[in-house]
């Protein structure tokens, strides 16, 4: 049986592993800006998870073998993955890395109305004002104007878009491993869709000659900050998942806080304080959707 850790310990290594994440869109920023095609960045971090993982199971003695029934499935998974990745990727290229996150956070939202959709949950009023202040607080980060609106999605809009698309590819992520791939292990389904993702880029990027490679240190140092990060996230929510109340798993939102900081700190990025606050809203939407579940 799992030792359990208290909740505040818990919290606390969570708020790590977030902010591991958003250390992750902030080295892949300074890969992008360095030369580094997004398609690259990509191979690099889900070669570098699924190594990561293949050794990790293979230490704990997990079969590494996707039962029959569900590789369909997990092979689907694996290409909504590779296009999760490199939307928003794509995203964190052209736009602010936490603005990028913040459109990325929607995905719960659309999970829950793809949900109601296929009849697989009823459809919940509840819902309702926690998606609209999420939406509310989204429009305020963005700095969306009504006087200025043309302006403003000259400057974002294309960055928002790759955002949003891939929300949706995260969103019937969600749909397969709540409705599909349930059965499976949680780090032997990751490694499965990391390994089709990281192969689906490599052979698409080198059949179009996207796999820029960065052209300094600095792109190089960004490439391999931006696996190191994801894979010690990803390390510490397996080790702590298990280990604490599924209501602690909201302090994961806190994503997208520490990106405004970091890159504010690293990158200089500023944001209004109205920005702020529609971040804090739209993270507290998302909470707030996540725990009306429980």
Not at 115 to 144: C, D, I, Q, Y
Not at 224 to 239: D, E, I, M, P, T
Not at 251 to 265: D, G, K, M, V
Request: with cysteine; aromatic share 8%; hydrophobic share 60%.
């Amino acid at each position: 049986m799992e030792a359990k850790l208290s909740p505040r310990i818990g919290i606390l290594f969570l708020l790590v592993a977030a902010s591991c994440f958003a250390a992750n869109h902030l080295s892949a920023r300074i890969a992008f800006d360095h030369g580094a095609s997004v398609a690259a960045a990509v191979v690099v971090r889900a070669s570098a998870t699924a190594l990561f993982l293949f050794v990790l199971m293979k230490a704990q003695g997990i079969v590494i073998a996707v039962p029959r029934p569900l590789r369909g499935k997990a092979f689907l998974a694996g290409l909504l993955i590779a296009s999760q990745s490199y939307c928003l990727y794509s995203a964190v290229a052209l736009i602010p890395p936490a603005l990028a996150l913040l459109v990325f956070q929607t995905s719960p939202m659309l999970y829950v109305l793809l949900s109601w959709t296929l009849g697989v949950e009823k459809p919940r009023l509840s819902a309702l004002p926690s998606m609209l202040l999420g939406l509310v607080g989204l429009g305020l980060a963005l700095n969306l104007d009504p006087t200025r609106l043309d302006v403003r999605l000259a400057e974002i809009g294309a960055g928002v878009a790759w955002a949003f698309a891939s929300a949706l590819s995260m969103a019937a992520v969600y749909y397969l491993n709540a409705n599909a791939l349930k059965p499976m292990d949680g780090r032997l389904r990751t490694f499965a869709m990391v390994t089709v993702t990281a192969a689906v880029l490599l052979a698409g990027g080198a059949s179009a000659g996207a796999l820029a490679l960065p052209r300094d240190g600095a792109g190089w140092a960004g490439i391999v900050l931006l696996a190191g990060f994801y894979c010690a996230a990803v390390s510490l929510l397996f080790w702590v998942l298990p280990k604490v109340p599924s209501t602690s798993t909201a302090a994961l939102n806190f994503e997208p806080i520490a990106l405004l900081a970091l890159a504010f700190l690293i990158l200089g990025h500023t944001v209004t304080p109205l920005q702020i606050l529609g971040a804090v809203l739209t993270v507290a939407a998302i909470v707030w959707l996540g725990l009306s579940k429980k």
